[in-house]
């Protein structure tokens, strides 16, 4: 099993959809989630960065950690074209792997007009 | 302010060459860590670097590869005798010091191909 699992997609939606994406994990020690948007042959940009369990909003975007079922969320409201993009979750738990990453391998979004 | 740099962009090398990649952090950054992005795979971590440290190299192959992180320059990450299964994006990121580690700014990534 994977520490970190996130469906791949392809997902597809009309213009001012509201876009919900989606990470399970195995590993209880995570604390600090994050969520990064990549851009075809470019670097990962980060979106957001959550920490515990709880909600965390900015601009479009809502991010949501629910620790006790070990899965979190990135909602998009008002979805555009410049969204489409692969969103790729992202955890840590500061533990003996200080400073690691463990990505999912990242749901492609597409935003059509 | 400059964002992390990466050079080259695209590298290309024949099986059994070396490749050297290398890493500027975003100033103020003295914190580097290089993933590595197979193609439709999410990335996955190679190495944690600080300056003239290396602190977790757990997800690096034990045999070819090898990071660096001088006093001074970039940091290195160079893969010794390429085989083709090494052809991937790879990315570096920094950190700055004092805060959640977790919080990393990742370059443009390097595309090695190995023919």
């Known amino acids: 099993q994977k520490e970190v699992e996130q469906d791949p997609g392809p997902l597809s939606v009309p213009e001012g959809a509201i876009v919900s994406l989606n990470c399970t994990y195995s590993?209880?020690?995570?604390?600090?989630f994050m969520w990064y948007r990549q851009y075809s042959r470019k670097g990962p940009e980060l979106l957001m960065y959550t920490y515990s369990s709880g909600n965390k909003e900015d601009g479009r975007f809502t991010a949501q950690v629910d620790k006790s079922s070990k899965y979190i969320s990135l909602f998009i409201r008002d979805s555009q074209p410049s969204d489409s993009a692969t969103y790729l979750c992202a955890m840590s738990d500061r533990g003996s792997t200080l400073g690691r990453l463990y990505f999912g391998r990242g749901t492609q979004l597409t935003v059509w007009p | 302010n400059a964002g992390v740099m990466q050079n080259p962009r695209h590298l290309v090398r024949r099986r059994g060459q070396e490749a050297r990649l290398r890493c500027s952090p975003m100033?103020?950054?003295?914190?580097v860590y290089w993933y590595r992005q197979l193609p439709e795979e999410g990335l996955k971590f190679m190495v944690y670097l600080q300056k003239e440290n290396i602190i977790d190299e757990s997800g690096m192959p034990k045999e070819r590869f090898s990071a660096e992180f001088p006093k001074e320059g970039p940091s290195i990450l160079r893969i010794q005798q390429v085989v083709r299964g090494d052809s991937a994006a790879y990315f570096c990121?920094?950190?700055?010091?004092?805060?959640?580690?977790?919080?990393?700014?990742f370059g443009p990534g390097t595309r090695l191909t190995v023919l």
């Open positions: 990121a920094s950190s700055p010091p004092g805060t959640a580690p977790s919080e990393q700014f």
């Open positions: 590993n209880s020690a995570f604390q600090y």
């Open positions: 100033k103020g950054h003295s914190h």
